[in-house]
């Protein structure tokens, strides 16, 4: 049977249109779920939104809508996003819909039976923009750590979850699991703040009522996180037990959200006796050229589907892999976009295709001759290092690595010079050329799935799997495509 693969990325708040910070998520796990499906494995990928919550109720007001009717408008905006830049999900959750409401219950009556929720009022203080109760000491000069905004002080009857319980036993996991949480990082971040008493969390709201109600107490609605942290387990079919097929996951999330992922949400798991995921991996923020994180409430961002108007889909994916260490910040700036797109993907590659497709139409008549791929080209394709990469989810390594071949089949043809060649040797050099492009076009399927269809056309071959990244695959006769320009440079 084939081996599962389950992933999950954050789900965004709707409270405004999608920005670049919110498609690289997209992006970067989109490329690790297509690498996997890449691999033959059977793969979940999902996505989605978070709609309840005080920043939405408070978002539809200022644009005079109600929030069912504000969210559906905005879901547009977001699933139109992931439409437009290929992202393959399996899965886009709204926890607004009514199967996610059954999860969140499921999961709530779970905690009530481990006798771990109680009735008390919560007072202190709460940032709206992140939905997230702080105390005075983590703040930043009384200000929220991530939105740089003054918090609002609360208070109001709830129901909470006793989370101090689990400290011992979830610092007990996190070390005995590196894998749990990373980058090391993060794991030593979080490791470092549990050094600290745990407190118990306020899990429903009783001052607004934009949320899924408790039973039995319709005055509270649960707390925004409890409710997103239930899609990973709606997701997957929870509370039906089929959801032990794909269960646990790979979370992949942003760096500001890992208090939620790497210490509510596993000892809520705990508390309801469901496995913890598999692991959590934190990427880091995309910020604006002049260094700040990309948000709607620091003001400035970049509107990926006005960027896609101006640069192909796939340089923009590309970039975002490859500029950015998974895991690290990394800055945006369409001059250094336009730089990449221009050397690695408009020369280094477009012009290693367009060569070939123009010398296999040139001299053989746009068929692939018989031959054999040259020893030393196949020797310069590093592939257990690119498959080592994507294991320990670093992208931009797979990429750079690539892209090394990529050159390797320049140099090939700068040092063949096969327009001063004939017969068996030229048949040789054309092959190995078509050959290679052709295992290139499968790796870079799982970063670039509309390029690696388009090198596809002009070799003459179909899309195909990991499996076949076996050289001297190419079938003799294959029947090569017009040669037709894969990036155009930009000014
Ligand atoms: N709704 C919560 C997540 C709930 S998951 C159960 C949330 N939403 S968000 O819209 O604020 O952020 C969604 C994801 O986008 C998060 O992982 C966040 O880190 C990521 N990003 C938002 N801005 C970002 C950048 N500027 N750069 C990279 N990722 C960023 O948090």
Redesign the pocket.
Known sequence: MAQKFFIT?????P?GKP????L??KVCADSIARWHRLKGEKVHFSTGL?EHGAKIRCKAKEAGKNPQAFVDEMSKHFIGLCKLYGISYDDFIRTTEKRHLRSVLGIFERLEKKGDVYKGAYEGLYCVE??TYYLAKDLEKGKCPTHGTLPQNVKEESYFFAMSKYREKLIGHIRKNPEFIRPEERRNEILSRLKEPLQDLSISRTSFDWGFKLPNEPSHVFYV?LD??A??LTTSGYPDTKYKKLWPALHI?????IW??CVIWPCVLLSAGIELPKSVFA?????TESGE???KSKGEVIDPIALAEKYPIDATRYFLLREVPFGEDGNFSEAALKTRMNSELANDLGNLLNRTIVMLNKYRAGKVPKGETDRKLRKALALPKIGKHMKNLEPHNALAEIFRFVAAANAYINEKEPWKKDGKELDNILYSLADSLRIISILLSAFMPSTSEKINSQIGVKSALFKDTKFNLLKPGTKTGKSEILFRKAE
């Open positions: 990325t954050a789900i965004d708040y409270s920005h670049l910070g919110h690289y998520e978070d992140c939905e996180w997103a942290l899609n990973y999330i942003g760096k500001d959200i939620h992922h990427h880091g923020f995309i910020r994180k990309m948000s």
